[in-house]
Every structure is written in C-alpha cells, then in structure tokens.
C-alpha cells in the first residue's frame, strides 16, 4: 500500500515563503498524477497545485498562480510545492495526493485522487 506523508508545514508573516514536500513510499510517483489540495476550518477541499509525473507538465489555481510553484525530484522520488508571497488566505491544512487511474491526468477534483497523505498546517499572519 502506498503511503504519502507531507512536510514543511509551519506559521510565518505574510509575504513570507514556505517549501512544503511529499513523500512517497516505494516509488509511487514514478507514473501518476500528484496534486496539491488544501482545507481551510469550515471550507471544502480545494485544489491548488498539479504535476504529471509522466510529462512534467502542471497546473494551478487561480488563487495561487504566479505564487507557487510545484516541481518533482526524480532522484529523491519527492513533490515539492513552493509557496512565496504567503497571504492569510492561504492558511489551511495542505495535503498531498496521487491519481493512480488517470496516468495522463491533470485533475483539479479531489475525487479523482486515491492516495492522500496526512496533511501539514500552514499558517500565515498578519
């Protein structure tokens, strides 16, 4: 069974940086989809970030383009997601994920994906 497990997570000030990663057990991202999602108290999960591993390419939400930057390391089978410019908005706990069914797949639906890790909070005050 694959296992995701995220790190980074903290509280900073706004406009602060924070690099969060996943981690996966046994190889996991050697063919999938791994997406970013967040949760905030009292909101649904909401997609923030994508990357295929297959073809490298990504997509982002709205809220965060141009803010994050999310990027694979095949050497160290990890995801990595780049947050700049922080803004309280962005408080939530963050989760990584795969979709394992669709290889190709870009998915901004938290349906989609089968795995998720446990998530780390991220905190950012003004």
């Known amino acids: 069974q694959v296992h995701l497990v995220e790190s980074g997570g903290g509280s900073v000030q706004v406009g602060g940086s924070l690099r969060l990663s996943c981690a996966a057990s046994e190889g996991a991202f050697s063919s999938y989809p791994v997406g970013w999602f967040r949760q905030a108290p009292g909101k649904e999960r909401e997609f923030v970030s994508v990357v295929n591993w297959n073809s490298g390419h990504t997509y982002y939400a709205d809220s965060v383009k141009g803010r994050f930057t999310i990027s694979r390391d095949n050497a160290k089978n990890t995801v990595a997601l780049q947050m700049n410019s922080l803004k309280p908005e962005d408080t939530a706990i963050y989760y990584c994920?795969?979709?394992?069914?669709?290889?190709?797949?870009?998915?901004?639906?938290?349906?989609?994906?089968?795995?998720w890790g446990q998530g780390t909070q991220v905190t950012v005050s003004s």
């Open positions: 994920a795969l979709d394992s069914r669709t290889p190709w797949g870009l998915s901004v639906f938290p349906y989609q994906y089968d795995t």
